[in-house]
T-cell receptor, first 115, second 114 residues
Framework: ETGVTQTPRHLVMGMTNKKSLKCEQHLGHNAMYWYKQSAKKPLELMFVYSLEERVENNSVPSRFSPECPNSSHLFLHLHTLQPEDSALYLC??????????????FGAGSRLTVL | AQSVTQLDSQVPVFEEAPVELRCNYSSSVSVYLFWYVQYPNQGLQLLLKYLSGSTLVESINGFEAEFNKSQTSFHLRKPSVHISDTAEYFCAVSFSGGYNKLIFGAGTRLAVHP
């Protein structure tokens, strides 16, 4: 496989469930990101990892917990979510941290519905 | 403060007509500019970028954008659109000087009708 792969593509969960989103990149990039894309709202940057270290956390509620075990994998652990958390969650990677001339490569997204 | 504004949330257009999607930014430092496209049920993908040099940049599928420093704009244009160009288009800006930030606009939904 090439590029950025996200699983699952679709997820439906109740507010008391615990689930995880997985992202894997095969590009040899050093930085990985989670974005949230909600209808009628701009893209929201949630977390940034550079060389497996979390370097940015944009005031995301603690019910979202990221994990980056190595430079190729990124997880987003979900627990006790709210219906307003329903959205498309996009993973991205770049050679180095975003900024300057770095280009982001995105996965296809995980569509989350919280009932 | 740095920001990106996409002036149109939706742009309907007929097939084979020209289109322009507008993007303006504000920044006190030098910028790098990008257009990303998101087709239905997919993630974003890079369409074109301006890093330096010629202010007119082109993509492989006929889109072009021109960096206008005096007007702080990076509008996206195509002289003749196809149904397959229906997608959401995002303008994005990053900054020189080691400032690790990429800011996206709110997106413009291009709807091409037959």
């Amino acid at each position: 496989e090439t590029g950025v792969t996200q699983t699952p593509r679709h997820l439906v969960m109740g507010m008391t469930n615990k689930k995880s989103l997985k992202c894997e990149q095969h590009l040899g990039h050093n930085a990985m990101y989670w974005y949230k894309q909600s209808a009628k709202k701009p893209l929201e940057l949630m977390f940034v990892y550079s060389l497996e270290e979390r370097v940015e956390n944009n005031s995301v509620p603690s019910r979202f917990s990221p994990e980056c075990p190595n430079s190729s994998h990124l997880f987003l652990h979900l627990h006790t979510l709210q219906p307003e958390d329903s959205a498309l969650y996009l993973c991205a990677s770049s050679q180095d941290r975003a900024g300057g001339a770095n280009v982001l490569t995105f996965g296809a997204g995980s569509r989350l519905t919280v009932l | 403060a740095q920001s990106v504004t996409q002036l149109d949330s939706q742009v309907p257009v007929f097939e084979e007509a020209p289109v322009e999607l507008r993007c303006n930014y504000s920044s006190s430092v030098s910028v790098y500019l990008f257009w990303y496209v998101q087709y239905p049920n997919q993630g974003l993908q890079l369409l074109l970028k301006y890093l330096s040099g010629s202010t007119l940049v082109e993509s492989i599928n006929g889109f072009e954008a021109e960096f206008n420093k005096s007007q702080t704009s990076f509008h996206l244009r195509k002289p003749s659109v196809h149904i397959s160009d229906t997608a959401e288009y995002f303008c994005a800006v990053s900054f020189s000087g080691g400032y690790n930030k990429l800011i996206f606009g709110a997106g413009t939904r291009l709807a091409v009708h037959p």
